[in-house]
């Protein structure tokens, strides 16, 4: 999964509402949470408050926070750590991942072909889905899920997302129109293979969400 959108528009928030309901929207649900950062954020001991918490309740039952300020970390020192089946979140890694061939090489390997063999779930997490004028575009095809935050200054990701599905953007609009209604609104682009073909844009994913589909009158 890409899960893209502008700083405070709700990504960290959105991680957190995945973990707390792994069991339901992650299979196999994991038993171990991986995360890489680059700068840390408080939020995160919320995250690791909740998966001490609830160990008698949820698969997910341990937790690496990995500090990668200094460089990405390659796969040979991330495949020790993995669980049975592991959650891997790389937050924000755009600008460290860009810097360099070393790091950019060690981003697309992890989010694309080493986690692919090992029983991981990927959420790679950006500002925006062009950033590095697409050196990291092999993040961002080989997600299955798309979700983008809305921006009240820039819709090109959007745009991005719904033009590679053939989405006409006068319907992108009215949809935006309505996701715009929520503080942190965003839309979910379902690229899976196993989903409904006419539900594969929707917004409020979450069990305790009233959730939305939008009818786009294409087989994204």
């Not at 950062?37 to 919320?46: A, G, H, I, L, N």
């Not at 063999?117 to 697409?134: A, E, R």
């Not at 006068?170 to 196993?194: C, M, N, R, W």
Request: hydrophobic fraction near 30%.
């Amino acid at each position: 999964m890409t899960v893209c959108g502008p700083s405070q528009s709700g990504k960290t928030r959105y991680i957190m509402n995945i973990i707390k309901h792994n069991q339901t929207l992650i299979e196999p649900p994991p038993d171990k949470l991986i995360y890489l950062y680059s700068v840390e954020q408080t939020d995160y001991d919320e995250i690791k408050t909740h998966i001490r918490d609830n160990t008698n309740y949820s698969t997910l039952q341990t937790y690496e926070f990995l500090d990668c300020s200094q460089g990405i970390r390659p796969w040979d020192e991330i495949k020790p750590k993995l669980g049975k089946a592991t959650l891997l979140v790389l937050d924000d890694l755009m600008i460290i991942g860009a810097s360099n061939k070393i790091n950019l090489e060690n981003l697309n390997n992890i989010a694309s072909r080493d986690s692919h063999h090992s029983n991981t779930s990927v959420i790679f997490v950006c500002q925006n889905l062009n950033y590095g004028s697409g050196k990291l575009r092999n993040c961002r095809v080989n997600s299955q899920y798309h979700t983008v935050f809305k921006s009240l200054t820039d819709s090109r990701d959007m745009e991005m997302v719904v033009a590679n599905k053939k989405i006409p953007l006068t319907l992108l609009h009215k949809i935006l129109a309505d996701v715009g209604k929520k503080q942190y609104g965003y839309l979910v682009f379902d690229g899976s293979p196993k989903s409904y073909a006419n539900t594969r844009v929707r917004t409020n994913i979450f069990p305790e969400d009233e959730t939305t589909i939008y009818e786009t009158n294409n087989d994204v």
